[in-house]
């Protein structure tokens, strides 16, 4: 979901966008970023919150491929499936005020990344194959619930596995997707 400056409110309780696309196409490769603006207005969440799930539709077993949320700790997962185990890694407190914040989780088999405002704060160098199935791209919800609270901007899914200086870029155009507002 794109556009400038047309960020969306999700109420925590049942606000969600389904993309109309499975993702097949954008995840094929094995090789993807996933990014966005967020602002939690509460801070910390008191909830698990998804941002971004590419989720099995008969939601059952094995649930998901992809998963980026928030825990009630404020803990930032990015999660992924092989067909068999669910992978992680995250990065503690990584947003507790209500200001808007960048955030780009890349993949490829053997580097998983983190980013936030355009500092890498979390890796892992697991060589995983996911393993996609006939799942709905989710922005706000997961299979479980979790929907998200809070707002949300400019969600971008890429088909490649960006650098940290093309994370960078985006971190510097803003939540409206214009530069950034002067300090």
């Not at 097949?24 to 698990?48: C, E, H, K, M, R």
């Not at 983190?114 to 995983?128: K, L, N, P």
């Not at 901007?153 to 870029?169: F, I, K």
Request: aromatic letters at 16%.
């Amino acid at each position: 979901v794109q556009g400038y400056n047309r960020p969306m409110l999700f109420d925590g309780s049942n606000d969600y966008v389904q993309v109309t696309s499975d993702g097949s196409a954008d995840f094929a490769n094995q090789s993807f970023t996933v990014a966005g603006w967020i602002n939690l207005p509460d801070g910390t969440p008191s909830a698990d919150r998804t941002l971004f799930s590419y989720d099995y539709t008969s939601h059952v077993n094995p649930y998901y491929a992809i998963q980026i949320r928030f825990v009630a700790t404020g803990r930032l997962y990015f999660m992924w499936n092989n067909g068999t185990t669910y992978y992680n890694i995250y990065k503690d407190a990584a947003v507790t005020d209500s200001v808007w914040h960048h955030y780009a989780c890349t993949f490829t088999s053997g580097s998983q990344k983190i980013y936030i405002d355009g500092v890498q704060v979390a890796s892992g160098t697991r060589a995983d194959t996911i393993t996609y199935y006939n799942q709905e791209v989710w922005i706000g919800r997961s299979n479980y619930g979790g929907y998200f609270k809070g707002l949300m901007n400019e969600v971008v899914v890429y088909n490649s596995a960006l650098t940290l200086a093309q994370v960078q870029v985006l971190a510097a155009t803003g939540p409206n997707g214009g530069p950034l507002p002067p300090d």
